[in-house]
């Protein structure tokens, strides 16, 4: 892995949170002004320019570690390979299912997945501060439907609930990629990592990617530990969530609408919902395409 610079503290020691940064193994440092945020975010990109970029992952909390989703129960390397195959299977029933899907590029299949709820190996990232404190500032709420929704190929929905926060702190990881242009548009490679942007890999037939300013990252690796992305965060940004909700203020761009569009809109999210499914088998590990409801 190439070095990395972790943030220090001498453009604000007062903001430095020693009892999460201790926790966590990752530097956090409070941000009380968007003039700061701004410093942070550009101090972070400035130190680590000529070993790659600095992208952005809202939270609005901090977990334990920042695996992908696939991989958050995996105990062992043999359980990221057993995981790996058997999402393999399913990307396979997803270009025999959907035709479209055969038209976008193998890199970007799985990552585009991943935006619409299943279960894989890369991280959900942005480019856009603002849009990491969008979903900084939200939290989710998932239940799953009891009901089976197909008795001969049995499976069911998750459903989730997107609602904005209204106190406590939200969090921005600061997460860095090795990587550079490749000669596929929108696919990025490096020694340690691998980037796509799904706003230039896929169609925005599939609006969300293109809403929420998708990008994803994966760990380059065959050990689980790797794929624990603290080892690429160099820095969090803690901010109070009234703080935030007064820096972004209102308007249409920042409405759940916008961010998580409805099927009569995204047309490639209503080809997934009438046409994909999990099987209950494999839901545990793959998850499923969920249904969202917002307030």
């Given at each position: 892995m190439k070095t990395i610079e972790k943030m220090n503290f001498d453009i604000d020691d007062a903001a430095h949170d020693e009892a999460l940064s201790?926790?966590?193994g990752v530097p956090v440092v409070e941000a009380k002004s968007f003039h700061r945020l701004n410093q942070i975010v550009g101090y972070a990109k400035y130190t680590n320019g000529r070993s790659g970029n600095i992208y952005f992952r809202g939270q609005s909390e901090i977990y334990k570690s920042c695996f992908p989703s696939l991989l958050r129960q995996a105990q062992k390397n043999g359980a990221l390979h057993q995981r790996s195959g058997k999402l393999t299977k399913f990307l396979d029933s997803?270009?025999?299912?959907?035709?479209l899907a055969q038209k976008i590029d193998?890199?970007?299949l799985e990552p585009l997945m991943q935006h619409y709820g299943i279960n894989t190996r890369w991280i959900d990232l942005v480019d856009n501060v603002w849009v990491a404190i969008w979903?900084?500032?939200?939290?989710?709420?998932?239940?799953?439907?009891?009901?089976?929704?197909n008795q001969m190929n049995p499976y069911t929905r998750d459903?989730?609930?997107?609602?904005?926060?209204k106190d406590g702190y939200m969090y921005i990881l600061l997460i860095h990629s090795d990587t550079t242009p490749t000669k596929t548009p929108g696919y990025y490679l490096g020694k340690d990592t691998k980037l796509v942007d799904l706003r230039i890999g896929c169609p925005s037939?599939?609006?969300?990617?293109?809403?929420?300013?998708g990008l994803l990252a994966l760990a380059r690796s065959q050990e689980l530990v790797d794929h624990n992305f603290y080892k690429h965060t160099v820095g969090i940004v803690k901010i109070a969530v009234q703080n935030a909700l007064e820096w972004m203020g209102e308007g249409n761009l920042l409405t759940h609408a916008n961010m998580y569009p409805s099927p009569i809109y995204d047309y490639g999210y209503r080809f997934l919902l009438d046409v994909l499914a999990v099987k209950n088998e494999d839901r545990k590990t793959l998850g499923t395409i969920k249904v969202y409801a917002v307030s």
């Open positions: 201790k926790k966590y997803v270009r025999e299912q959907i035709p193998e890199v970007f979903f900084g500032l939200h939290e989710y709420k998932t239940v799953q439907s009891r009901q089976v929704v459903y989730v609930h997107v609602s904005k926060r037939i599939f609006l969300r990617p293109h809403a929420q300013h």
